[in-house]
């Protein structure tokens, strides 16, 4: 039996359902893989849990449990005050460590820097290390050690597709996708009639946005998406390159979350009016991710109804990959792009998948 030693940073939603399918995967793990995952450290905000042989399951599930219940680490029974994770990584690793990003902040940049340099493996569902600059893009991807799938489009394995069509030699002319839930639902009831302020505040309501939804509306998320695909086809783009279309006016961008949901009915009427010219033509309203010649842009387009795009219902993501051997027929991946459970077992095949190579 191999032993693998992880440090999670980060036990929000998605770290703490790892938590979860690493415990219920043990024996799979073992009878398959021949493999352990022995979480060595935990870190959140606050501080860390740290234990070289590795925490005890029902030790995990406590801390599991107690993150749920809002507990910071540095106040369960294990848990010591520390800010860094950096320090933690340079504690905790051993040979044959791995780091996972669970986190949506770019402070732990250092810590994977230091994972990589030390010859661990790392795993992110955080976006924000990949869409720095491109030189820190490079220096994380370079080194062969690092996985990344859930960054766009959740578990559904889209990375491993434009991975697979780039080791073929396929040569990928324009990626098109919607790679927001929020934005998908919120198109699917526009298409329904629904006028956006009411489907905005149908989708707030229901917990589909972030707290404050101009982190969805705003585009921001789904550009980091677009931007980790283009660099992975190799072009050297930053964020700033990446046109972005909110769906909001600037002049909305301030202001409470109440005040932002009130206001919305102003922009009815032109939304209505858009998705009326789209419908006149056969076509519907979609967030769109697009990615050809060397350029990225992420907003409002009017797609064929009988497109992939256009079929599209609800909160699932869409990648269509147009290649020169997937043509005039787009390679198309679809699934959910979004929950804890879904992106917890991506991660986990990414941990999994690192750790087979040894
Ligand atoms: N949720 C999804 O469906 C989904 C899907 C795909 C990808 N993702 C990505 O997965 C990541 C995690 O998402 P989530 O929903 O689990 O977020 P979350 O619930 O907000 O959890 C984030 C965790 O990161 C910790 N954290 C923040 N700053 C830190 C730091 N400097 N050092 C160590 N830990 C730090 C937080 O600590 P505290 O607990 O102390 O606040 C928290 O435990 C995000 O990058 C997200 O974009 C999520």
Redesign the pocket.
């Known amino acids: 039996m191999r032993h693998i030693p992880l440090i999670v940073?980060?036990?929000?939603?998605?770290?703490r359902a790892l938590l979860r399918h690493i415990i219920a995967n043990r024996d799979f793990h073992a009878a398959r893989f021949g493999l352990r995952l022995q979480i060595v450290a935990l870190?959140?905000?606050?501080g860390a849990v740290v234990e070289p042989q590795g925490l005890q399951d029902e030790t995990l599930q406590e801390i599991e449990q107690a993150?749920a219940q809002g507990t910071?680490?540095v106040e369960t029974p294990y848990g010591y005050h520390a800010s860094d994770?950096r320090a933690i990584v340079d504690v905790a690793g051993t040979d044959g460590a791995i780091v996972v990003d669970?986190?949506?902040?770019d402070?732990?940049i250092p810590a994977l820097e230091l994972a990589l340099e030390r010859g661990y493996g790392a795993v992110l569902?955080?976006?924000?290390p990949l869409t720095g600059s491109m030189a820190l893009f490079r220096r994380l991807t370079g080194s062969g050690r690092l996985r990344y799938e859930?960054?766009v489009g959740?578990g559904t394995p889209m990375i491993a597709t434009l991975e697979s069509l780039i080791r073929s030699g396929d040569a990928v002319r324009r990626i098109r996708g919607i790679f927001s839930g929020t934005l998908g639902y919120l198109m699917s009831e526009l298409q329904s009639d629904r006028p956006f302020s009411v489907a905005v505040r149908q989708a707030y309501q229901m917990g589909y946005t972030e707290p404050d939804p101009r982190d969805d509306l705003g585009g921001m998320d789904v550009a980091r998406k677009a931007l980790i695909l283009a660099r992975m086809l190799g072009w050297g783009l930053e964020l700033d390159d990446v046109a972005v279309e909110p769906l909001f006016p600037p002049d909305m961008a301030e202001g409470s979350v109440d005040a932002f949901l009130a206001g919305l009915t102003v922009l009815d009427k032109a939304f209505a009016q858009r998705v009326e010219e789209a419908h006149g033509q056969g076509c519907t309203l979609r967030y769109v991710a697009e990615i050809a010649d060397g350029r990225c842009s992420v907003g409002l387009q009017s797609v064929p109804m009988d497109s992939p795009l256009g079929r599209l219902r609800g909160s699932d993501n869409l990648a269509e990959f147009h290649t020169r051997w997937y043509s005039p027929s787009p390679l198309v991946i679809q699934g959910r792009?979004?929950?804890?459970e879904a992106?917890a077992a991506g991660v986990l095949s990414d941990i999994v998948a690192l750790a087979q190579r040894g």
């Open positions: 940073l980060g036990v929000g939603g998605v770290g870190v959140d905000s606050t993150k910071p680490l994770a669970c986190t949506a902040s402070a732990v569902a955080n976006k924000k859930t960054t959740a792009g979004a929950g804890v992106t």
